[in-house]
């Protein structure tokens, strides 16, 4: 109802610039401005300190620059690659603050032979607080693709990916005390989570085709820790499929 009489909670402009050089190379540079603004009703049972000090969220962020350049390689007949890093500045919601974000990205993929496939992607973040450089949180994505063909009927692939997660306990930005939500702490936390998917195919012909996968969860209360996983999930897909023909 207030569609244009009202003005926006967040949004941003950006400047985008796209390079091809010779051989296929590409390189991408782009800058963005942004502004967002913090909810208060979000942090009604928010508190500071010993619990008796209501929290007084910030109202609004502005002027928050982010500056990325991201190189890709031709696509070649064995490889191809791309890299792209980003900093930014960016909003903490849990704290209602602003922080620093150092974000790197980057894929390789390897053709060694023409029925082998495998591509490699991480993804890696960093947040500190503004206020004083301090961690707020750091995640680290690797995700890895398997793909074997041995024949044109038969085809497997594998994909595993972890994600290695962790945040700072909640504290004001102004104050540097402790954050409370409805009276309990905000400790620091961490987790660990790796999920793997297993499909084999078989499509002798056209219409008749046979799939079996097989996908399965491990979670951790650990970032670090591989041997602290624990089965989580389990699950299987089976498809058959015959077209009869007259």
């Known amino acids: ?15 985008n610039t796209t390079t091809r050089l010779r051989g296929g ?8 401005r942004a502004f967002v603004s913090f909810d208060s009703s979000a942090y009604t049972a928010y508190t500071v300190g010993d619990g008796a000090t209501p929290f007084q969220p910030a ?10 350049l991201r190189v890709s390689s031709p696509t070649f007949r ?3 690659a791309d890299l792209r890093v980003q900093r930014a500045e960016v909003a903490i919601f849990p704290e209602a603050a ?5 974000r790197v990205t980057g894929g390789f993929a ?4 023409h029925s082998i496939r495998m591509a490699l992607n991480a993804t890696f973040s960093h947040i500190t607080r503004r206020a004083d450089g301090s961690e707020f949180a750091r995640t680290l994505i690797p995700r890895i693709r398997a793909e074997y063909q041995p024949s044109r009927a038969l085809f497997f692939r594998f ?6 997660q962790r945040r700072a306990a909640l504290r004001d930005a102004v104050t540097g005390l402790p954050l409370l939500i409805a009276g309990a702490n905000q400790p620091l936390t961490q987790s660990g989570r790796f999920r793997m998917d297993w499909l084999a195919s078989f499509e002798p012909n056209p219409g008749t085709v046979a799939f079996f996968g097989y996908g399965a969860t491990f979670l951790g209360d650990d970032a670090t820790d591989l041997s602290n996983l624990t089965r989580n999930a389990d699950g ?5 499929a015959y077209l009869f023909r007259r």
């Open 1 to 15: 109802s207030d569609f244009l009489s009202a003005g926006p909670i967040e949004g941003d402009e950006m400047l």
């Open 25 to 32: 190379w590409s390189v991408e540079a782009s800058g963005r």
């Open 59 to 68: 109202a609004r962020l502005d002027n928050a620059f982010v500056a990325s």
């Open 78 to 80: 064995l490889f191809n």
């Open 98 to 102: 602003e922080g620093r974000e150092t």
């Open 110 to 113: 390897v053709r060694p032979t």
């Open 159 to 164: 994909v595993g990916e972890y994600q290695s």
């Open 236 to 240: 299987f897909f089976l498809k058959l």
